[in-house]
């Protein structure tokens, strides 16, 4: 489950795993994969490799208006993405993912491990079978990703922020498996892919 936060605290750091489970189940985001409105266009809106927005050009800097676009936006299978309402879909550019996975917080080892990502904004996803991570096959440009919601594999993805993708890898090897992975809610996710 994907759940826009109603409000963390500064350091999600000191949230308790039970705590985030609370937050997870909080708040339920809008059907936007039931909704196929005939009226089409396009929203003049972009989001950046940074997971930055801009509208018609200007940033937008209300971090309340990003979230809210943020939950009604869906990947099409075409790989391209839309704001969506019951009314009308709006086409939106994403330069890189929709989302940046920017803060982590690990319990549990091996088996038992549970890792759940805040976004750039404020969401918070638990990786596990519903949410798997991706790693790429090249050492050199790992492309960390965790899958936040839609169809897995065609859905929407957050880029993780290399710095937690260190702290991923130093966990795995930690663990010292043959083929360096890590656990999360019951799966296994290898670094790199086959």
Known sequence: MVTPAPSLPKDFSQLSLAETADLLAARKLPPVDEWH???????????RADGSWFHEGGRINRPAMVKLFSTILRREPDGGHVLVTPVEKLAIAVEDMPFRAVEMKSE???????????????????????????????????????HVRGTIGNGLEARIDRALYYEIVEMALAESETSPAIWSNGARFALVDA
């Open 37 to 47: 409105p005939a009226r089409a266009g396009d929203s003049a809106m972009e989001i």
């Open 108 to 146: 549990g080892a091996g088996k038992a491990r549970k890792l759940v990502f805040r976004l750039d904004t404020d969401d918070l996803v638990m990786a596990g079978p519903d949410h798997p991570l991706r790693f790429g096959a090249d050492a050199d440009d790992p492309d960390p990703r965790l």
